[in-house]
């Protein structure tokens, strides 16, 4: 299905950004345009990057292909999220004033708003007014959700959660959607070749802990960890999660994913370390997909480390960590257990990336090594990532690149290939 997504300028903007990823993850196109004011809260390379499709707010913009008709006579549903009470007010109106407004004058196809707005400004005649107008034009205005609003206050006016939009206005179109999850692949189904496989998964990156208020971290998201968590669960594993300080919308991305995985939260590598070891004792897999600090500070006090004046920063005296993975693959928790590893790599004088790679394929004895390069925008915190698939010996098996759920997938394809 062809999806407009409108969004206007609200704070409740960055959830259209899951919204927007739910949509996509449903195999549906979706094109995204938000009003000026939207892209003071969220960033044009966003929509972009999520929607695959370009991003832009003016009527001006593509001339010759008309697109201020065009999107709207092509979209077989519009959905704005959030829809501010300015932007209701110019839509009753029948302004167009940029593409969105333009847009909506030409969609002929079901229109949803999902309205975001403080509670007294959701309860004023002139809002009531516009919403009972717009009703009255087919337009579908979802009830807000009542909660915590922006500030302290708290009230009907929130913007309701993006799966909740997602399937009452999928349900305009789609009446079969009613009820079932949300994020159901609609294509072709998965492969079913991890059932009865148990697997641990460790994402996310640890943190070492300076004092009770400070660590030591890194800038792993935990995506990649998640997507392989999810792609496992979907070919029928029983998947443990153990999950080190994900990124608040990837902690969202496991708790709304279709597939049940459990989840063991960790901190420290010392806490990573014995989630893994417990859930892995009966693991068919280990993947270590977690970014596990390889140091950290010799001693944690009880009280938070204070300044003292005239005198400088005490130095941090840093012990090495235990490497986890390492001992998994000399070990061996369980016979014919399959231990996978990442290697993040960035490539320097001494050698490039997939040099790196090898080397550390051959020292830390796991079966399979996906390398990555990372840094200067690539590997942690973005949406795609591409890597090259090494065996213990440092031979390439496998190559992939795409999203992190396509990354996860060609791993889970080299692992069944070794699993009895
Ligand atoms: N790893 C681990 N325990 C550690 C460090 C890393 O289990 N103490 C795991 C990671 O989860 C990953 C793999 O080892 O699967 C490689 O991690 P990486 O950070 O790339 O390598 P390091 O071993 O830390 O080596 P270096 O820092 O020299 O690149």
């Given amino acids: 299905m062809r999806i407009l997504l409108g969004v206007t300028g609200g704070i409740a903007a960055y959830k259209a950004v899951l919204l927007l990823r739910l949509l ?9 345009i938000p009003t000026r004011a939207a892209l003071e809260f969220v960033g044009v390379p966003t929509f972009e990057a999520l929607s695959g499709e370009p991003v832009s707010t003016e009527v001006f913009d593509d001339v010759p292909g008309v697109q201020h008709v065009a999107l709207g006579k092509g979209a077989d549903l519009v959905i704005v999220a959030p829809a501010t009470a300015d932007f209701m007010a110019r839509a009753v109106a029948g302004l167009a004033d940029d593409l969105l407004t333009t847009t909506l004058l030409a ?3 079901p229109v949803v708003f999902a309205p975001a707005m403080h509670t007294e400004m959701w309860d004023h005649p002139a809002t009531r007014a516009n919403v009972t107008t717009l009703r009255e034009r087919g337009v579908h205005v979802i009830e807000p959700a009542s909660g915590r609003l922006t500030g302290v206050d708290t009230g009907p006016g929130r913007l309701p959660e993006p799966e909740d939009i997602a399937r009452e206005a999928l349900s305009l179109v789609q009446p079969s959607l009613v009820g079932r999850p949300l994020v159901e692949p609609v294509e072709t189904p998965e492969p079913r070749d991890l059932a009865g496989r148990r697997v641990v998964i460790s994402a996310g990156g640890t943190r070492e802990p300076i004092d009770p208020v400070r660590f030591i971290g890194n800038r792993s998201s935990g995506r990649q960890g998640v997507a392989l968590a999810q792609a496992a669960a979907a070919r029928g594993a029983d998947v443990t999660l153990v999950a080190a300080n994900l990124a608040a919308d990837v902690t969202d991305q496991v708790i709304a994913g279709p597939q049940p995985c459990s989840v063991v939260r960790v901190e420290s590598t010392a806490e990573l370390r014995d989630a893994v070891r417990a859930a892995g004792a009966d693991a068919d897999v280990i993947m270590m997909a977690a970014a596990v600090a390889d140091f950290r500070p010799a001693a944690t006090p009880d009280a938070k480390i204070k300044k003292v004046p005239g005198q400088g920063p005490a130095p941090i005296v840093l012990v090495e960590n235990p490497d986890i993975l390492a001992e998994l693959a000399h070990e061996r928790l369980r016979a014919g257990q399959v231990v996978v590893g990442f290697a993040a790599e960035t490539g320097d004088e001494s050698g490039s990336v997939l040099d790196h790679g090898r080397t550390k394929a051959r020292r830390k004895g796991a079966d399979l090594i996906a ?4 840094g200067a925008g690539r590997g942690f915190g973005t949406e795609g990532n ?3 698939i090494l065996d213990g010996t440092g031979d390439v098996v496998g190559q992939a690149s795409g999203s992190k759920r396509e990354v996860a997938d060609a791993l889970w394809d080299a692992v069944a290939k070794l699993l009895p």
């Fill in 386 to 388: 591409e890597v090259t």
């Fill in 107 to 109: 969609a002929r196809c």
């Fill in 24 to 32: 996509r993850e449903q195999g549906h196109a979706v094109r995204v």
């Fill in 371 to 374: 390398v990555n390069a990372v």
